[in-house]
């Protein structure tokens, strides 16, 4: 069972035999999918108006995206059997009054919307969430800071890129990723990351590729504690 998407009337996803369902009326003032639908609402419809073809909302597919992967659904078909399953919930919130659009549909949204823009407009949604959600919690926030292999994307030259991540052990959020071409390069990467976070009051882990000067100045720099595990060798 998944909670992901609000914090005051939930979400809950039942996955077994690709099922899910939406339940309660969650979009309340002030929640957060209501910030959620307002962050979907303000991306540029890249799409051509001008032949009349056009039946969905792009915000109503955006939503869908993001609920369905949050539930757990990944490739656009599983996705769109989620929004077929929750239809009725979905326009009881005035969302896909002609129905939930085809997976060819999903696919052009996902490979034409400007992913720059949508990222920058991303960032400022979670740190509302954020901060709204740390309110909330108890002691130090923890960032854990690490780098991952992203395995099921090839770059160029036949390497995995790498991804940097700075995540919110208190809220659950990713708060800011940094990419890189190298595993070596997640060094630089790290002091690009905490830059553009706030670490204040905050502890700070890594493992022990982070173990270096630099890094460990500029969380002293900020006013944050650090937490790193050396290895043996």
Request: with cysteine; net charge positive; proline share 3%.
């Amino acid at each position: 069972m998944i909670k992901p998407l609000d914090q005051v009337r939930s979400i809950e996803a039942y996955t077994v035999n690709h099922t899910a369902k939406l339940q309660n009326r969650f979009v309340s003032p002030g929640s957060i999918l209501e910030k959620l639908m307002d962050f979907a609402a303000s991306a540029p419809d890249f799409r051509r108006s001008d032949k009349g073809n056009i039946r969905h909302r792009l915000d109503d597919i955006i939503i869908l995206m993001i609920s369905g992967r949050a539930c757990g659904y990944v490739g656009c078909a599983d996705i769109i059997e989620f929004g077929r399953h929750n239809i009725n919930k979905f326009r009881e919130m005035g969302m896909f009054r002609n129905g939930m659009p085809s997976e060819a549909a999903l696919c052009r949204v996902e490979q034409g919307i400007d992913d720059l823009a949508m990222a920058d407009k991303m960032q400022h949604s979670v740190e509302t969430f954020h901060r709204k959600l740390i309110k909330s919690s108890r002691g130090k926030e923890i960032i854990c800071v690490d780098g991952k292999a992203e395995r099921g994307t090839v770059l160029e030259n036949g390497r995995n890129p790498d991804i940097v991540s700075a995540y919110s052990f208190n809220t659950g959020m990713m708060l800011v990723t940094e990419a890189c071409q190298e595993k070596s390069n997640e060094i630089k990467a790290v002091p690009l990351l905490t830059d553009k976070i706030v670490i204040s009051g905050k502890i700070v882990t890594a493992d022990a590729m982070s173990m270096q000067k630099d890094i460990i100045d500029i969380i002293r720099r900020k006013g944050g504690d650090f937490l790193i595990e050396p290895k043996a060798n």
